[in-house]
């Protein structure tokens, strides 16, 4: 439900965020700005329609989400370029705009990839045993017993390999607290910046062996960082010369009245 309401109300509000930075103020030119807009839209089609094959799938909903990502990203490259090559000075207001608008663009890329191309797999493990999943191979080494400040946990060890070479080792636990005896599952997590890898311990099956749920998630990581884009953008914009001044005035034209209406009371 959630995903059938919020993209046919955010996608409008998204198109418009790529066309913003290329709009001069109150001196646009339209026949200007559909010429920089068909750069962007080609820029935005072109990874729309070929960054899905890099992940070997390819569908109409993730070359949707991945046009609205790269025409916002296209457009505040644009805005750059044409601001650098007018020689205009770039404002900390400007630049804060730019990378709020990014950090919308490299979200929403986040957000596609990863509801788009994520893999899970449950899987009964015992030593020795080995998993496939997104080309990458897990060794389940066995589970041991360890003591924490607070707590007594299995742990487990968990080799994940690539070609045959090996990339982590990965030790997810399943915790008891001494305290409130409920167990906890800590997942062992290998980041990075085009995907992060999630192996967790289940349950004991009997003998050595265990469940082990492994996750697979490409560019959660990117969700992140446009947060964190946003997030900086908006202090830089917000750090801007111009506004402070412009308070400043306010305030001292606010105590000019109230100096006014003093003497005029008096």
Not at 61 to 71: A, H, I, N, P, R
Not at 216 to 223: A, G, S, V
Not at 244 to 266: F, H, N, P, V, Y
Request: charge should be positive; proline fraction near 4%; include cysteine.
């Amino acid at each position: 439900y959630f995903d059938s309401v919020f993209f046919p109300l955010m996608a409008p509000a998204v198109l418009l965020a790529g066309i913003g930075p290329l709009i001069a103020w109150r001196k646009g030119d339209p026949a200007q700005l559909m010429r920089r807009l068909r750069w962007v839209a080609i820029v935005a089609l072109i990874g729309a329609l070929f960054m899905p094959l890099a992940f070997g799938r390819w569908s109409a909903l993730t070359s949707v989400g991945l046009l609205l990502g790269f025409w916002i990203l296209a457009g505040a490259l644009t805005a750059l370029v044409v601001r650098y090559r007018l020689k205009t000075k770039l404002t900390s207001a400007f630049i804060g705009m730019l990378l709020a608008h990014a950090g919308v663009g490299v979200f929403i890329v986040g957000v596609t990839l990863v509801k788009s191309y994520e893999t899970e797999r449950d899987v009964r493990m015992a030593p020795g045993d080995t998993a496939m999943l997104g080309g990458y191979s897990f060794r389940f080494d066995g589970v041991r017993e360890v003591r924490g400040p607070n707590y007594a946990a299995a742990r487990g060890a968990i080799t994940v390999q690539r070609d045959g070479e090996t990339i982590a080792r990965l030790a997810p636990e399943k915790r008891v607290y001494l305290v409130q005896r409920n167990p906890m599952t800590e997942a062992a997590i290998n980041a990075g910046i085009s995907r992060d890898i999630y192996v967790a311990l289940g349950e004991a099956v009997g003998g050595d062996a265990w469940t082990v749920r492994i996750h697979i998630k490409p560019f959660i990581r990117w969700i992140w960082l446009g947060c964190l884009l946003m997030a900086f953008g908006g202090l830089l914009a917000a750090s801007d010369r111009r506004y402070r001044i412009a308070t400043r005035r306010r305030e001292d034209e606010s105590a000019a009245d109230a100096t006014l209406l003093r003497s005029g009371a008096a």
